[in-house]
């Protein structure tokens, strides 16, 4: 019997388990008594670990398609069908007809390694990570303003804090480690004003809850920065701080009054909720996926961090994959290289050309959504997906799901067969996170060890040593060693400097540092969307305690299964009167895109001209009702706060 010390692979807290084997089997699996995160605790997604990565149908063999059929080959015959299928399309059509996503949920070793593939060994700009299909907006919101490209402060400051502002999070259920650091907080008189249209298992530990109209974050974020400034509620050096008048200028002309119709809130509340943060330091301002995924992200993350600053508190995201921040910072983004460094940037270029031994373009390439638009168009011939079931991570199943299929050449790596894998042409079967080396970065940006519990199930392979692989047949020596790789990385990106396997397996693992980090504040201008006539309710999609991303994993516990077995969608009381529909009832969803069906429930937390559509295992995905409009900056699909009608289904 041993144990193994790893990183749990679900959520971005990133707690520290024991797991316990013998004979090649998980016999038992503990928390951490005295790590930073989960000190002593795990959350049901950490207890059934287990089940969810080692599920009976795991992918075993290589696949490859023979007409209709995928079948089991070898690894040889996999990787060289994969390689003539890319070295003839880049023969005919050019390196950059080839795109390739990563994913949030492999160490930062294999991201890394998946960049450098792409960008030195195909010689593709089109290299992204899932994160755009999530939460990439706060990248250039806070490299524009706090600097750093994450969270300010560990968990450890939550239960300090003074008050917390916590907008578009179901942080009970999607973030355990840090719900029960806010619970803390609210015991320790820390004032907690949580702003999110529909009520959560939040809500008892909140000294004041908003309601605002889905989509109009950037309008009562507008209003506070005003209030701030107005009243000068901000801390002493604020004024003197680059951007202050710009800001104050933006925004000029807003009637606090009419906050009630474009926000649904009145101008009291908004009153109170400044109050409150304002009046009690030190403010911590959290963000999830609520606002990071509406109309205008960017802005929306830069006003929030507009407010952190002016109180001189600090932001936490409250990102949704284990390791949204690794993958960003080793690079797995179109339009950065590692350590944040910008593509645009000739010096940062020179860097990792000399490190890469290749040429980079200036230009960023396209993004995860703009990728499966130019397989639908063509203009992509090939696409590689490791480790995310775009399928059902992207927006607009129908279309995703048709441009999937369009694509000339589709390989991709993962546990299961998910439903992107099952479409492809070569399916490289993945080893989880308890089968392989290397590290996650958590949510407090702290670069944390992931080690090898058991052997590989089956002939599957870490993510690494298929990137190897796939290297060597292109003739490029590419490591399959994590300790290497992460060498690699930390003695070019500054942000990882001195990080080594040796250093994180002494200690728990600490916050990266961020590099030139001067807070500056951005001018936020007024942009407006409206749900009006032929679509008048607002859509509100959220996640459930038991169900981790598209449930790849989640939903191969039966324990987790259990607990939600149907689908269902929630209206207030009175809409579903109005409607004519009763509790227990069939309901089309339906949006200008797409339409899905749910067994209807009422709820009071959910505000009136709202329907919450909860993500559930195995498809049949809110995502499905969203179209490829973005965030104009990013390229974060706008899965929250569309406009969808209801009807009965009779
Ligand atoms: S899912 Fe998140 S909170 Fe739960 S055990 Fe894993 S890292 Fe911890």
Known sequence: MSYVLTTCGFCSCGCAMYVQQENGKVTGLFPSENHPVSNGRLCIKGWNATPAILGADRLRKPLVRRGEHLEATSWDDAINYAASALKKIIFESGPKSIGIIGSAKTTNEECYSLVKFAR????TPNIDGACRFYDASLIPALLETTGTP?????????????????????????LAHVGSRIEDAADNGCKVVAIDPRETRLAPHTSLWLHPKPGSDLAWIRAFLKIIIAERLYTKNA????????????????????????????????????????????????????????????????????????????????????????????????DLLPGYLKLADPVARKVWELVWNCQLPAEPGMTAVEMLKACESGTLKALLI??????????????????????????????????????????????????????????????????????PIGESKSDLEIIAMLGAAFGAKMSADPEKVMTEISSSAPIYKGQSFRQLDEEWGQPWVPVGSEAKLAPIEAVTKDSEGEYPFYLIASRINFHQ?????????????????????????????????????????????????????????????????PHFFGGNSPNALASYETDPVSGVPIYKAYAVKIEAVR
Request: a negative charge.
């Open 120 to 123: 030195s060994v195909i010689g």
């Open 150 to 174: 994450g969270s300010q402060v560990e968990l450890s400051a939550i239960p300090k804090a003074g008050s917390i502002l916590i907008v578009g999070s179901n942080v009970m259920e999607q």
């Open 239 to 334: 004024p003197e701080m680059p951007g202050f008048e710009e800001l104050r200028a933006s925004l000029e002309g807003i009637e606090i009054s009419q906050l009630k119709y474009s926000c649904w809130l009145e101008p009291a509340e908004v009153h109170k909720a400044v109050e409150l943060i304002a009046s009690n330091p030190p403010t911590i301002v959290m963000f999830g996926l609520g606002a990071l995924q509406q109309p205008h992200s960017t802005e929306i993350v830069k006003g929030l961090a507009n407010i952190a600053i002016l109180l001189g508190g600090s932001v936490m995201t409250l990102r949704g994959q284990n390791n949204a921040q690794g993958a960003c910072d080793v690079g797995l983004t179109n």
């Open 386 to 455: 490791f480790g995310e079931n775009v399928a059902l991570s992207a927006p607009n199943t129908q279309a995703t799901l048709s441009a999937l299929d369009k694509v000339g050449f589709l390989a991709v790596s993962d546990l299961y067969l998910t439903e992107t894998a099952k479409i492809a042409d070569v399916v490289f079967p993945a080893c989880s996170f308890l089968e392989k080396d290397g590290t996650f970065t958590n949510i407090e940006r702290r670069l944390q060890r992931v080690r090898k519990v058991l052997e």
């Open 549 to 613: 991303q598209t449930g790849t994993m989640t939903a191969k516990s039966s324990v987790l299964a259990r607990e939600y077995p149907e689908t269902f969608a929630e209206m207030n009381e009175a809409d579903a009167e109005r409607l004519g529909i009763r509790p227990g009832s069939s309901i089309r969803i339906i949006s200008e895109t797409n339409s899905l069906t749910r067994v209807l429930s009422v709820s009071e937390s959910v505000p009136k001209g709202c329907v919450h559509v």
